[in-house]
């Protein structure tokens, strides 16, 4: 259950997919993929979702699939039956929760106010969905929340699009975003799946934020060192914008990238192949980790932080 919940984080957006024919649920699930995104939750909304869920898991194998908007335990063992691997429901059952962790499956349940997280609590869930986030505070529900319960992070679904996305992304309470803006029934049903892959990809630039942070306060020149920033942009689909200079540089030939979330920006950097190496660097007499590129790109070492 862990490993899941761990790879929905590292994934850090979750897309909400409505299903109305089921032999389109294969070429939806190849635009999510083609896009970036290996996970696909396909909600019980239609008498499609378990079709889709069977055909998709059958087309691929590595497309973490959830069964959404599950109301019962007969949903959820007909979701498990179809190859499901994690439930995720709108609000808080305890019976279903009960069975969930009985078939070791791991499960989302909804959760918007501090009666409903004290219960979870008591299943030991410290994963849950925030729904429908839009009505109750979005990201500002998520903060109050997580400033008494400081072990929980939430999946919050409803109301965040590519356009708030970024309001989210950076936040220590926000285990995913979860949303149907990804992957929308417009467009499954249109066959636009070109545009689905784009959406995934703006998406995962916005989550991520890189950002060009400094250059080495002891780099050659700026002359020498934005090719070598292009080089990597170009890589690893960076969207590398100029920031303010911070002190960051330990060495000459460095440049620092700024993210939103480390772990799961090593997540997707090593997802294209890229090697990384791990060091620690004393900053105000405390450790920190840093990340790093193995291999130079031009004459510059690459540093990533969260910042």
Same mark, same amino acid.
């Given at each position: 259950m862990?490993d899941?919940?761990k790879?929905?984080?590292?994934a850090g957006l979750?897309?909400?997919v409505v299903?109305?024919d089921a032999e389109?649920a294969v070429?939806?699930?190849k635009?999510?993929?083609?896009g970036?995104?290996?996970i696909m939750?396909?909600?019980?909304r239609?008498?499609?979702g ?5 055909k998709?898991?059958?087309a691929?194998p590595q497309?973490?699939?959830g069964a ?9 063992r007909?979701a498990?039956d179809?190859?499901a ?5 709108p609000g808080?059952?305890?019976d279903l929760?009960?069975?969930?962790q009985g078939?070791k ?9 501090p009666t409903? !997280?004290q219960?979870?609590? /008591?299943?030991?869930?410290?994963v =849950?969905?925030? *729904?429908?986030?839009n009505i109750f +505070? ?7 929340l997580y400033?008494?319960?400081?072990m929980?992070?939430?999946?919050p679904?409803?109301g965040?699009?590519?356009?708030n ?7 220590p309470y926000i ?10 029934s ?7 799946f070109?545009? !689905?892959?784009?959406?995934? /990809?703006e998406?995962i630039d916005? =989550?991520l934020? *890189?950002?060009?942070?400094?250059? +080495? ?10 090719p ?5 942009s170009?890589?690893?689909?960076f969207?590398?914008k100029?920031?303010?200079p911070v002190?960051?540089a ?5 440049i620092?990238i700024?993210t939103n979330?480390?772990?799961r920006?090593?997540?997707y ?8 190496g791990?060091?620690?660097?004393l900053e ?8 790093y590129?193995? +291999?130079d790109?031009?004459?510059?070492s690459?540093?990533?932080f969260q910042g």
């Amino acid at each position: 259950m862990n490993d899941v919940l761990k790879r929905i984080g590292n994934a850090g957006l979750v897309p909400v997919v409505v299903i109305d024919d089921a032999e389109l649920a294969v070429p939806a699930a190849k635009a999510l993929i083609d896009g970036g995104l290996e996970i696909m939750e396909v909600t019980m909304r239609t008498d499609q979702g378990l079709k889709a869920i069977v055909k998709v898991k059958e087309a691929y194998p590595q497309m973490l699939l959830g069964a959404g908007t599950v109301l019962s335990i007969e949903n959820a063992r007909e979701a498990l039956d179809a190859g499901a691997e994690f439930i995720v429901s709108p609000g808080l059952n305890p019976d279903l929760i009960e069975w969930c962790q009985g078939q070791k499956i791991a499960v989302t349940p909804g959760a918007v106010t501090p009666t409903e !997280i004290q219960q979870a609590l /008591k299943f030991n869930l410290t994963v =849950l969905k925030f *729904f429908p986030g839009n009505i109750f +505070g979005g990201i500002k529900g998520c903060e109050a929340l997580y400033n008494p319960y400081r072990m929980v992070k939430f999946i919050p679904t409803g109301g965040v699009s590519l356009n708030n996305l970024e309001d989210y992304a950076s936040k220590p309470y926000i285990h995913a975003i979860g949303g149907s803006w990804l992957c929308s029934s417009a467009d499954i049903n249109q066959k636009n799946f070109d545009q !689905i892959t784009r959406i995934v /990809k703006e998406s995962i630039d916005k =989550l991520l934020g *890189f950002e060009l942070a400094d250059q +080495g306060n002891s780099t050659k020149s700026e002359k020498g060192s934005l090719p070598a920033a292009e080089i990597i942009s170009g890589s690893f689909g960076f969207n590398l914008k100029r920031g303010n200079p911070v002190d960051y540089a330990e060495t000459a030939g460095t440049i620092a990238i700024k993210t939103n979330n480390v772990d799961r920006a090593v997540y997707y950097i090593e997802k294209k192949g890229n090697k990384l190496g791990w060091s620690i660097k004393l900053e105000n007499n405390a450790e920190k980790t840093v990340i790093y590129l193995e +291999g130079d790109a031009g004459d510059l070492s690459v540093h990533l932080f969260q910042g």
